[in-house]
Nanobody
Framework: QVQLEESGGGLVQAGNSLRLSCTPS????????MGWVRQAPGKEREWVAS????????YYGDSIKDRFTVSRSTAENTMFLQMNNLQAEDTGVYYC??????????????WGQGTQVTVSS
């Protein structure tokens, strides 16, 4: 069973930055899409960003555009989410996800356990 291990969450003040990492337990293929989905307290899950593993092309949800940057290191088999200018509404659990059928924003096949991000205002 593939596992996605997230790290980098924590408590920060508004305006500051955090960098999340996600390392799968198995190789990520060029056909895969890796991404991030978050869930704020009392709200539905929201797609944040994705990246095509083969090309490195990123995709972003409208709510975080220009503040977050998704990237990957194929050598380390790791995906990153650089989050800048964090706001209170960014608080939530951030899940690393993998799509094996090219899906970019939903229907992901594999989910990590999640890492908590808390932004204090």
């Amino acid at each position: 069973q593939v596992q996605l291990e997230e790290s980098g969450g924590g408590l920060v003040q508004a305006g500051n930055s955090l960098r999340l990492s996600c390392t799968p337990s198995t190789r990520t293929y060029s056909s895969h899409v890796m991404g991030w989905v978050r869930q704020a307290p009392g709200k539905e899950r929201e797609w944040v960003a994705s990246i095509r593993w083969g090309t490195g092309r990123p995709y972003y949800g409208d709510s975080i555009k220009d503040r977050f940057t998704v990237s990957r290191s194929t050598a380390e088999n790791t995906m990153f989410l650089q989050m800048n200018n964090l706001q209170a509404e960014d608080t939530g659990v951030y899940y690393c996800v993998r799509g094996t059928r090219g899906q970019l924003t939903s229907g992901f096949d594999i989910w990590g356990q999640g890492t908590q991000v808390t932004v204090s205002s």
